[in-house]
T-cell receptor
Framework: DAGVTQSPTHLIKTRGQQVTLRCSPKSGHDTVSWYQQALGQGPQFIFQYYEEEERQRGNFPDRFSGHQFPNYSSELNVNALLLGDSALYLC?????????????????FGEGSRLTVL | EDQVTQSPEALRLQEGESSSLNCSYTVSGLRGLFWYRQDPGKGPEFLFTLYSAGEEKEKERLKATLTKKESFLHITAPKPEDSATYLCALTNFGNEKLTFGTGTRLTIIP
């Protein structure tokens, strides 16, 4: 059973450029969330996608956008990169009723995409 | 706003030396309190979910407990392979996100 897969694993960009990160959720999961983790910090919620729509968004600027495809995979796009965008970007998948249906409610995380902005 | 504070920031133990990690929190209507383990350069790995005060869960050398203000992750007779950063997170009703603490970096010395 394949877990959450992310690509690329590492990438280097320069200020002002744009980046696209990709995520395939765990088999059977329909909800994808994206988190940003700066060095030495806990993950920070960017947004969540369900049924190809953004269901909730964290405190991130509009430069951060996303998309979910019919097969539940997802992309995270960041425009006009800043030095402060350097971080580990984590994708997490879950079932849509995990938080409400009395299930374990856990998120399954991928290995992350390490973005360095120079 | 929901808040999670973990202590200590870092902890070094001798192999076999038991200890506890603390997670204190403030939240409007706790839906779930989560513990994750994160190895360097990897994504967090789910360990436990706790839903109500008084609840306890165990897995191998780890036991998580929950009160109305805190959660503890107890580690009994740890081994070097238990070395990792342990993250605490929570969610509340009406919210789809997890709010994480900054983690405790645990090192077990052989």
């Amino acid at each position: 059973d394949a877990g959450v897969t992310q690509s690329p694993t590492h990438l280097i960009k320069t200020r002002g450029q744009q980046v696209t990160l990709r995520c395939s959720p765990k088999s059977g999961h329909d909800t994808v969330s994206w988190y940003q983790q700066a060095l030495g910090q806990g993950p920070q919620f960017i947004f969540q996608y369900y049924e190809e729509e953004e269901r909730q968004r964290g405190n991130f600027p509009d430069r951060f956008s996303g998309h979910q495809f019919p097969n539940y995979s997802s992309e995270l796009n960041v425009n006009a990169l800043l030095l402060g965008d350097s971080a580990l970007y984590l994708c997490a998948s879950s079932l849509s009723n995990s938080f409400w249906g009395g299930l374990a409610g856990e998120l399954f995380f991928g290995e992350g995409s390490r973005l360095t902005v120079l | 706003e929901d808040q999670v504070t973990q202590s200590p920031e870092a902890l070094r133990l001798q192999e076999g030396e038991s200890s506890s990690l603390n997670c204190s929190y403030t939240v409007s209507g706790l839906r779930g309190l989560f513990w994750y383990r994160q190895d360097p350069g990897k994504g967090p790995e789910f360990l436990f979910t706790l839903y109500s005060a008084g609840e306890e869960k165990e897995k191998e050398r780890l036991k998580a407990t929950l009160t109305k203000k805190e959660s503890f992750l107890h580690i009994t007779a740890p081994k070097p392979e238990d070395s990792a950063t342990y993250l605490c997170a929570l969610t509340n009703f009406g919210n789809e996100k997890l709010t994480f603490g900054t983690g405790t970096r645990l090192t077990i010395i052989p």
